[in-house]
């Protein structure tokens, strides 16, 4: 029986919406148990009774806030995200799902639990939608702002391994993100990185921005700060037009019968570009699954974090890394 | 009255589109006259009678592909583009627009016309739609792929300058790209541009993906590389959203009143969201307007982007670069 560790007071809005997701995530998936981590007064009043047995409670009351930085969480040994990314250190948890503080969870996760043999960097990962309902993952996300072609090669193999364990694809396709298809194209580092990556298997070459969204290949490679950079673009983008369209039918004569039916479409158009629908983002590249989730995580959020805790935990996934990188060490 | 040269041979779509709108340009606005460069037996049957006296043909045939080589164009002395930058250079026209291979445009462009003293490297700008009915300027979007901080602060400084002139935005604010809006975030290139940047008046500081299509700022500075990948990200998640409407209509049981309504909502969305409205780039750094436009340039974007060089051709852009970048140059 799978245990996952949960970090129940981290998010932006309190313990409500995390007991929540994990409720229901144990409610459907009957093959794990919990640890909740946080203030045992406020915790237990949400838990019902006929799932007692499978939350355990680790009391304490210390919440790093988002303002805190995130060297300031290794030594507040106390806090929730702390506690929780122990229980996975000590061989307590299988893995841990945080909604609080990012920085804090990569950095307590990378030191405390220890990043996998071969792996320089662990990096952030996410899904991002397509209009073929299909998904494209994306890293790294913000954990490395300055990357060297060596760490992008490294999430590449960390990317393609995670689709194949985690997300089940058949022989994933690795794309570099370029200004362009053509091999010519890239920056210094970019370009040094498509000469290694032309050694793995599945390596498509590079892609465009464009790319992620149509779902060219299964797996996107960048380093951080362009990460950051296009998620947070692509939101400003659905965000935007969004509001262009709802200007636009407010001034429409014919906007009774649009307001019935935008609503349909809106929602589902909700489901394929929130990325709360994801659940988290694992980082990869640690020795145990930690998923990152958002701090705005919405119950359901939550859940679909958990279970992606969850495949990660039953998969190969860190001795895989470890041997796919091993490969290529070699052969260098 | 001001004379606009134009490749009218360069686009993906032969001379038809660029000549129907350098006409369209011409008939909406009698303050300036044209030199059409490409084969006269192609151009002069798309010129009407009324007109002939504003368009003058400089003849010639070679028209260099979107496949050829930037290098190969500079050597290729009578293609379209290279006469058309050459019109510029003896002051036998004041500004160009080219359709044609932006790559040859640009490096004809800085070795022919030159760059305006204190310019390291002249960038491409192009303007973002917001939700708020204004545009952003975003560059460099293209022309260089690897940047340092000085290269950056240029940018900054030529955005300003180009907002101010031509756009006629009182006081603009400017932005600098990160992967966060405090200050401590950044790349180390972008952190060493910020203190750069923190000398110059109206400078925002951080901003990140999401502000270009929020309006937070009027000019958003990154390096070439990111700027594709933020322009075409932008088109692929707008592309993706309306793939999925599209989709979810044909689902719908009220996809008649819903196609009316969609039709006027779409074509208002395309408008905001189609680079081609906005016509062509300006490249920023030469001594004389040059403005790229979309190879796949209708002829609505064509008579945009002649509007563009008329407006950079009235103001003092290239003066009023230099003096800002000589006003830094000094203080540092």
């Known amino acids: 029986m799978l245990r996952i560790a949960i ?3 981290g998010g932006d809005f309190g313990p409500q919406p995390i007991m929540e997701g994990l409720i229901s995530a ?7 148990t919990a640890i ?11 838990i019902p009774p006929y799932l007692i047995d499978r939350i355990e409670i680790l009391h304490t009351t210390d919440v790093i806030s988002m303002t805190d930085s995130a060297t300031d969480a290794l030594k507040r040994k106390e806090s929730t995200i702390f506690k929780a990314i122990e229980l996975v250190k000590e061989g307590k948890a299988d893995a841990v799902v945080s909604a609080g503080h990012s920085g804090a969870s990569m950095s ?3 030191l405390r ?3 996998i043999k071969g792996v320089s960097r662990p990096a952030i990962a996410t899904l991002m939608p397509t209009s073929e309902n299909q998904n494209t993952l994306v890293l790294d996300v913000g954990a490395n702002v300055d990357c060297d072609a060596k760490n992008l090669f490294e999430f590449a193999i960390m990317g393609q391994v995670y689709a194949q364990d985690v997300l089940q694809l058949d022989e ?4 570099l993100l370029s200004n362009g298809e053509e091999e010519s194209k890239g920056n210094e580092i970019t370009k040094e990185a498509f000469t290694m990556l032309s050694k793995i298997p599945n390596f498509a070459g590079n892609v465009e921005g464009s790319d992620v ?3 060219t290949v299964d797996v996107v490679v960048c380093d951080g700060f362009i990460g950051n950079i296009l998620l947070k673009t692509a939101e400003g983008v659905a965000d935007t037009i969004g509001k262009i369209i709802k200007k636009d039918l407010k001034r429409s004569l014919i906007s009774i019968a649009g307001a019935v039916l935008m609503r349909k479409v809106f929602k589902n158009l909700k489901v394929r570009v929130d990325y709360a629908e994801y659940g988290g983002a694992p980082l990869l590249g640690v020795k145990a699954p930690v998923i990152i989730a958002h701090g705005k995580s919405n119950n359901k959020a939550i859940q679909n974090a958990i279970y992606q805790a969850i495949n990660a935990a039953s998969s190969n996934l860190d001795s895989d890394i470890e041997e796919r990188l091993k490969l290529y060490a070699i052969e260098k």
């Open 7 to 9: 970090d129940a007071m």
């Open 213 to 215: 969204f149509k779902g």
């Open 26 to 32: 144990l409610r459907h998936n009957t093959t794990f």
């Open 36 to 46: 909740a981590v946080g203030d045992e007064k406020e915790l237990k009043p949400l």
């Open 113 to 115: 639990i220890g990043r």
């Open 108 to 110: 307590l996760a990378t």
């Open 172 to 175: 994933p396709l690795v794309g």
